[in-house]
């Protein structure tokens, strides 16, 4: 698959024109696109690891692995979890975690974040927590 790119303002027209066909906007952002295979399970990792300090569990009431996969609903307990979280924070519990759940997200939880990714990320992740630039 080829990438493409287009501009803020076009994303936002095709998204209006989804959503106004819709009741329900199918069409999110990942935030993990554009990222090599080991930053993703990085990422990933650094999610459920946030999930889990946070106390949110799968359906089953069960801890995350953290084994970097995050899946689909209805059957990922990550996205599971992902989606619980999504519903503490007011944000259409999708599963999926991208901006909107990063926007909507408490300072505090943003701290946590910030703090799993970098134990979970590479030495870049590390340096640049450290360094207080994430």
Not at 80 to 102: C, E, F, H, L, S
Request: charged residues 35%; contains cysteine; proline residues 3%.
């Amino acid at each position: 698959m080829k990438p493409f790119r287009i501009d803020e303002s076009e994303k936002q027209r095709i998204l209006g024109m989804h959503e106004g066909a819709t009741k329900r906007q199918y069409l999110k952002e990942d935030v993990s696109q554009g990222m090599t295979d080991i930053e993703r399970y990085n990422y990933q990792r650094g999610v459920q690891c946030f999930l889990n300090k946070k106390g949110v569990r799968d359906n089953e009431g069960n801890e995350l692995k953290l084994d970097g996969s995050i899946g689909n609903l209805p059957k990922s307990k990550s996205a599971q979890a992902i989606a619980r979280y999504q519903g503490m924070i007011k944000v259409t519990p999708d599963g999926v975690w991208g901006d909107d759940t990063m926007k909507a997200m408490p300072e505090a939880d943003k701290k946590i974040f910030k703090d799993c990714i970098s134990e979970y990320g590479d030495l870049f992740d590390k340096l640049f927590h450290w360094l207080g630039w994430d």
